[in-house]
T-cell receptor, first 112, second 113 residues
Framework: QQQVKQSPQSLIVQKGGISIINCAYE??????FPWYQQFPGKGPALLIA?????SEKKEGRFTISFNKSAKQFSLHIMDSQPGDSATYFC???????????FGTGTRLLVSP | EAGVAQSPRYKIIEKRQSVAFWCNPI?????LYWYQQILGQGPKLLIQ????????DSQLPKDRFSAERLKGVDSTLKIQPAKLEDSAVYLC???????????FGSGTRLTVV
């Protein structure tokens, strides 16, 4: 299965709150899991990525949690800010394949 | 470094007409991708080039879509004839290494009426 399932479709969080976006996959051959952020009128940009040999990766306010046994990974945005309002995509790739399969996206709105 | 350049930014055409999109990747990036992003969905890979050779075009509707990458640099994506369901944003991306990430252009928003 070459799919990555993402939820929720949309999310509203108050400023200072925690935003959580989840993704699930079936193909255990996937070995690279990035998150991309997309602002209106722009292409997606790499935010943070993880490999399955670690359970968590943190960069500033952004954290990926990875559960290999459950085949799930999630993005946590701590202290969410209005400037974080964007669409977030999870993605995955297999070793030897220089291409990404994207989730369906989560539209995040952080209210002031 | 300069980003991925795409043109035009917007295009409106009637169904059954043809249209072409252009992409100039980041200098030195061997891999170039065309993705289709329908409103409310994630990007879907249409075609992947390594230098000027096609690596993956399994999801390219070859009866109407074609793409080429001349001299391993610029690329064009063509649709002929267009259908209503082709309305989408067409994103070009390039990469040096997947682990470093794709660099996407801003896309071409196509509306077929």
């Amino acid at each position: 299965q070459q799919q990555v399932k993402q939820s929720p479709q949309s999310l509203i969080v108050q400023k200072g709150g925690i935003s959580i976006i989840n993704c699930a996959y079936e193909n255990t051959a996937f070995d690279y899991f990035p998150w991309y952020q997309q602002f209106p009128g722009k292409g997606p940009a790499l935010l943070i990525a993880i490999r399955p040999d670690v359970s968590e990766k943190k960069e500033g306010r952004f954290t990926i949690s990875f559960n290999k046994s459950a085949k799930q990974f999630s993005l946590h945005i701590m202290d969410s800010q209005p400037g974080d309002s964007a669409t977030y995509f999870c993605a995955a790739s297999m070793p030897g394949f220089q291409k990404l399969v994207f989730g369906t996206g989560t539209r995040l709105l952080v209210s002031p | 470094e300069a980003g991925v350049a795409q043109s035009p930014r917007y295009k409106i055409i009637e169904k059954r007409q043809s249209v072409a999109f252009w992409c100039n990747p980041i200098s030195g990036h061997a891999t170039l991708y065309w993705y289709q992003q329908i409103l409310g969905q994630g990007p879907k890979l249409l075609i992947q080039f390594q230098n000027n050779g096609v690596v993956d075009d399994s999801q390219l509707p070859k009866d109407r879509f074609s793409a080429e990458r001349l001299k391993g640099v610029d690329s064009t994506l063509k649709i002929q004839p267009a259908k209503l369901e082709d309305s989408a944003v067409y994103l070009c991306a390039s990469s040096l290494d997947l682990q470093v990430g794709y660099t996407f252009g801003s896309g071409t928003r196509l509306t077929v009426v």
